[in-house]
T-cell receptor
Framework: GESVGLHLPTLSVQEGDNSIINCAYS??????FIWYKQESGKGPQFIID?????DKRQGQRVTVLLNKTVKHLSLQIAATQPGDSAVYFC????????????FGKGTRLHILP | ETGVTQSPTHLIKTRGQQVTLRCSSQ?????VSWYQQALGQGPQFIFQ???????GRGNFPPRFSGLQFPNYSSELNVNALELDDSALYLC??????????FGPGTRLTVL
């Protein structure tokens, strides 16, 4: 079946440390994976994406790793800042007729001062 | 900012009523998707419109319907509202490559 799940519902990280948010997915046919950040009262904000034919992609302060063997996705945030506090969703897309995004439940990232 | 706007920002309705939510994009695109996000959950796909026609649908009953207009703005209509319809309703449109960008959402409360 289609599902995207997260290992931890809440993650607390010291400001300045690196954050790692993990995600497991079950649909081996997924073509495309996305990480979204959602702050309170706002819609999901695109952070970074990765195609299924890649295993790593880097952005500004963020890195996404994809391990298709174990169907695992992670988001690494370097030098975590207070503004990184939010709920983070991993999501998957099977590129077909409607390209619907399948979201997991989310991980809340809490930054400790 | 994504340039995707939604209206209204908040709405309160009672059971049995009907509601219309709206979405528009500064740089129009021919694909728009709608999602429902219950409190503490990830967004759930409702349906997608492509060139003014429904292009795919999630596990939502027919009382959830939509429209897409020639200027690529879109509406989500929900009839016979139920308490469980209380949620944040999000629209998303593709602004570059294949990435879907979300609007800020409409918070619907059904009493």
């Amino acid at each position: 079946g289609e599902s995207v799940g997260l290992h931890l519902p809440t993650l607390s990280v010291q400001e300045g440390d690196n954050s790692i948010i993990n995600c497991a997915y079950s649909n081996s046919a997924s073509d495309y994976f996305i990480w979204y950040k959602q702050e309170s009262g706002k819609g999901p904000q695109f952070i970074i994406d990765i195609r299924s034919n890649m295993d790593k992609r880097q952005g500004q302060r963020v890195t996404v790793l994809l391990n298709k063997t174990v169907k695992h996705l992670s988001l690494q945030i370097a030098a975590t800042q207070p503004g990184d506090s939010a709920v983070y969703f991993c999501a998957e897309i099977v590129m077909n007729r409607d390209d619907k995004i399948i979201f997991g439940k989310g991980t809340r990232l809490h930054i400790l001062p | 900012e994504t340039g995707v706007t939604q209206s209204p920002t908040h709405l309160i309705k009672t059971r049995g009523q009907q509601v219309t939510l709206r979405c528009s994009s500064q740089s129009g695109h021919n694909t728009v998707s709608w999602y429902q996000q219950a409190l503490g959950q990830g967004p759930q796909f409702i349906f997608q419109y492509y060139r003014e026609e429904e292009n795919g649908r999630g596990n939502f009953p027919p009382r959830f319907s939509g429209l897409q207009f020639p200027n690529y703005s879109s509406e989500l209509n929900v009839n016979a509202l139920e308490l469980d319809d209380s949620a944040l309703y999000l629209c998303a449109t593709i602004l570059d490559r294949d990435t879907q960008y979300f609007g800020p959402g409409t918070r619907l409360t059904v009493l």
